[in-house]
């Protein structure tokens, strides 16, 4: 009988944690390149995007959604770890130093860069990233798309995740009809296929993984997108009719390169829907910094003023069934660091705490509640504009030589009014706690040294005739 006892008590514990598993939420984490905060319906006619428009009338929309540094490889290691890219030594995106997207010396720098600052050529595989903590509250990780992370041995599949389906070395293909990369083994099983289109084939990809899985533990799906980025190649089919409202070629090649985007976003919707865990699925949709493109009314973007509103600014939607509110808005200024905790908080139920990280969890926002005021911080390093910080409203940015500039960002969305002289004591407080965190960053990097580090000859850009 206590034999029957035991087995009886240790069954029903096991089908007990099966169930809390299963109730665990999925999570599809949707990360768009170079996808501007304008560049939605909503915002501008002008963009086909039906599928993002009705996420967010589902969704938790943070109209102030941040980036700490506003390029492809930082972007991406802050979204998965939590820390700010510069932490890292990351402010720059990696470039290649071999043609097959490789790099043997663990940092770069540019020519051009005021600092010569060294940034590195991977993500170090002691960094701990959302796929390795989401393991310990039971889910399985797979990723498809752009890593832009370091080449084959720092691959997603060593940073936690599962699986990986098309993920090259590379920050962008070469084409979004196959072939689509120059070099490499991502996707050539489509390199005859001259009618395979990028996006749509990862889209097919995620629709089968969803369709196919089997497991009874829950799963994070993280869709990082290559597209918007550049090359801006459109799907042939659709970029006449962008023709035919008068655009020039290479706007209707980027509006058509966003609706099949947005198409994208509702076929993996559907999948969701179609399996019966649609209402069990938190989805995030986002972008990895500014557009390419004009971002108005914001000021930059991925090619000028990057630390500006239209540079730093990205889209964020939360979709998490039962908890956020349908189409709402939280004003309250955030970082795609704060993704990570959140997704623990997702994951375990409870509140998360890690003094490694700097994100913190978005939770109470999605709840309507409210979180601490803070600073946030802004790094990059390329040209003269290289940091700031953000507190409230307000917004300081600081360039290599000597210049300060300050704006009310939300009184003054387009950043034209330049209160440096007019709020001399706001600045100056602000100034002292930049500095005081570039001083706690740069204290944690790594001396560069020559036999660590490759030089990139940077040429001048070319001006347009």
Not at 44 to 65: M, W
Not at 76 to 101: C, V, W
Not at 365 to 371: A, G, N, R
Request: net charge neutral; charged share 25%.
């Amino acid at each position: 009988m206590k034999h029957y006892l035991t087995i009886t008590l240790f069954f029903g514990l096991l089908f007990s944690l099966t169930l809390k598993a299963q109730n665990k939420p999925n999570i599809v984490l949707l990360f768009v390149d170079d996808y501007g905060w304008s560049d939605l319906n909503y915002r501008n006619k002008t963009f086909t995007t039906p599928n993002i428009d009705q996420l967010k009338k589902e969704s938790l929309e943070f109209t102030r959604a941040y980036v700490p540094t506003p390029t492809c490889s930082p972007s991406r290691a802050s979204i998965l770890t939590g820390k700010e890219a510069a932490r890292l030594q990351m402010p720059r995106h990696i470039k290649d130093e071999f043609p097959d997207g490789s790099n043997t010396k663990e940092f770069g720098i540019w020519s051009k860069d005021p600092a010569k600052r060294g940034s590195r050529n991977w993500l170090p595989l002691e960094e701990v990233t959302y796929a390795e903590k989401l393991k310990e509250f039971g889910y399985y990780n797979a990723f498809m798309g752009k890593w832009h992370l370091g080449h084959q041995p720092y691959h997603p599949i060593h940073q936690g995740f599962d699986e990986q389906t098309g993920t090259s070395n590379f920050g962008h293909p070469k084409n979004y009809y196959a072939p689509f990369f120059k070099n490499g083994p991502a996707l050539e099983e489509y390199k005859n296929d001259k009618d395979a289109y990028l996006t749509d084939v990862l889209t097919d990809k995620a629709v089968n993984f969803i369709n196919e899985y089997d497991k009874e533990q829950p799963f994070m799906l993280s869709l990082w997108y290559y597209t918007v980025h550049g090359p801006h190649i459109g799907r042939k089919d659709l970029i006449q009719k962008y023709l035919d409202q008068g655009m020039q070629p290479a706007y209707a090649k980027y509006h058509a390169m966003v609706e099949t985007m947005d198409a994208s976003v509702g076929v993996v919707r559907a999948a969701l829907k179609e399996k019966g865990i649609d209402d069990n699925t938190v989805i995030i949709f986002t972008s990895d910094q500014g557009g390419f493109f004009e971002n108005l009314p914001l000021a930059g973007g991925k090619r000028n003023n990057t630390l500006g509103e239209g540079g730093a600014r990205v889209p964020m939607l939360i979709n998490y069934p039962g908890v956020t509110k349908v189409n709402t808005e939280c004003s309250t200024p955030i970082q795609t660091i704060d993704v990570f905790p959140t997704l623990m908080e997702i994951a375990s139920g409870e509140k998360y705490k890690d003094n490694a990280i700097n994100g913190v969890s978005l939770m109470p926002l999605i709840q309507q509640k409210k979180i601490k005021d803070r600073n946030l911080y802004f790094f990059r390093s390329y040209e003269d504009q290289y940091a700031a910080i953000m507190t409230g409203d307000w917004k300081l940015v600081k360039y290599f030589s000597g210049k300060y500039q300050l704006f009310n960002v939300v009184d003054d969305i387009s950043e034209k009014n330049d209160l440096i002289d007019k709020e001399a004591k706001r600045a100056s407080k602000m100034k002292k706690d930049l500095a005081a965190w570039e001083k706690e960053v740069y204290a944690g990097w790594e001396e560069v040294t020559e036999a660590n580090s490759v030089f990139f000859q940077i040429p001048p850009k070319r001006k347009s005739k």
